[in-house]
């Protein structure tokens, strides 16, 4: 499964930007995709997950700010952000699991900054 990921940029603090993912390939035994970050000089840690039954989980610093969908047609998952912060700066990463393979995609850079 390849993953490509898109929607970041730079943005003053209090905005929001929509991160986009789209995966292809064998994605038919996809059951959960989601979005990480990793800033620098850190880990790589979760920000929203997704299953196939749209049921989500968030990370405690982005609840109530950032919206995670998926539209199983397309194979899409999105990460509404809003009230975006500047401690959101980071690489957001996209992720799909499988029973069979995790998946990541290459990383789109997020800014948060006046």
């Known amino acids: 499964v390849q993953l490509q990921a898109s929607g970041g940029g730079l943005v003053q603090p209090g905005g929001s930007l929509r991160l986009s993912c789209v995966a292809s390939?064998?994605?038919?035994?996809?059951?959960?995709m989601g979005w990480y970050r990793q800033a620098p000089g850190k880990q790589r840690d979760l920000v929203a997950i997704?299953?196939?039954?749209?049921?989500?989980n968030y990370a405690d610093s982005v609840k109530g700010r950032f919206t995670i969908s998926r539209d199983n047609t397309k194979n899409t998952v999105l990460l509404q952000m809003n009230s975006l912060k500047p401690e959101d700066t980071a690489v957001y990463y996209c992720?799909?699991?499988?029973?069979?393979?995790?998946?990541w995609g290459q990383g789109t850079q997020v800014t948060v900054s006046s």
């Open positions: 992720n799909a699991i499988s029973p069979y393979f995790t998946s």
């Open positions: 997704i299953t196939s039954s749209a049921t989500t």
């Open positions: 390939g064998s994605t038919s035994s996809i059951y959960g």
